[in-house]
């Protein structure tokens, strides 16, 4: 079962969800949620977690560790199973001021912005990170796969 829910009062994001598939293996459905906070709601929590005293565009809350690549069981994580039986893997802050900056400095549309965002913040839950250029490489292979599953380029 390779299937992602994505939890977010203000957006549908069921085609990050659709495109995320074969992208992990689990023995349940995943659950991640998206929020939206304001510039200094961003800051505050890029500071506290961080250490990190700016506004940024996106963070992650990995609630598991040490998952990149493994399949989840849900034996394996009775403590991190939604009311709905779900394998929860953590919570995206997006930061939509911030991205509908970043949408114009790059010449792109909002839209792909906010969707690179969100699978940008899902491949970090998932274990994927860039500080070494091997891991920023896989990471970056596998956002383009999905955009791209999704229809959206970076001209969009």
Same mark, same amino acid.
């Given at each position: 079962?390779?299937?992602?829910?994505?939890?977010?009062?203000?957006?549908?994001?069921?085609?990050?969800?659709?495109?995320?598939?074969?992208?992990?293996?689990? !023995?349940?459905?995943?659950?991640?949620?998206?929020?939206?906070?304001?510039?200094?709601?961003?800051?505050?929590?890029?500071?506290?977690?961080?250490?990190?005293?700016?506004?940024?565009?996106?963070?992650?809350?990995?609630?598991?560790?040490?998952?990149?690549?493994?399949?989840?069981?849900?034996?394996?994580?009775?403590?991190?199973?939604?009311?709905?039986?779900?394998?929860?893997?953590?919570?995206?802050?997006?930061?939509?001021?911030?991205?509908?900056?970043?949408?114009?400095?790059?010449?792109?549309?909002?839209?792909?912005?906010?969707?690179? &965002?969100?699978?940008?913040?899902?491949?970090? &839950?998932?274990?994927? !990170?860039?500080?070494? !250029?091997?891991?920023?490489?896989?990471?970056?292979?596998?956002?383009?796969?999905? &955009?791209?599953?999704?229809?959206?380029?970076?001209?969009?």
């Amino acid at each position: 079962m390779d299937k992602l829910n994505i939890y977010c009062d203000q957006f549908d994001f069921s085609a990050i969800s659709r495109a995320f598939e074969g992208e992990f293996s689990a !023995d349940a459905p995943l659950a991640a949620e998206v929020v939206f906070v304001s510039a200094e709601e961003i800051r505050a929590l890029n500071a506290h977690h961080r250490g990190n005293d700016s506004v940024t565009d996106v963070l992650s809350f990995p609630a598991l560790d040490d998952i990149r690549g493994r399949k989840l069981c849900r034996a394996d994580f009775p403590y991190d199973l939604t009311e709905n039986g779900e394998i929860f893997i953590g919570s995206i802050a997006v930061c939509e001021e911030r991205a509908k900056e970043q949408a114009e400095e790059y010449g792109h549309s909002y839209r792909r912005e906010l969707h690179y &965002l969100v699978v940008h913040g899902l491949c970090h &839950l998932l274990g994927y !990170d860039h500080i070494l !250029d091997d891991d920023r490489a896989e990471m970056r292979a596998k956002e383009e796969r999905i &955009l791209t599953r999704m229809g959206i380029t970076r001209n969009d």
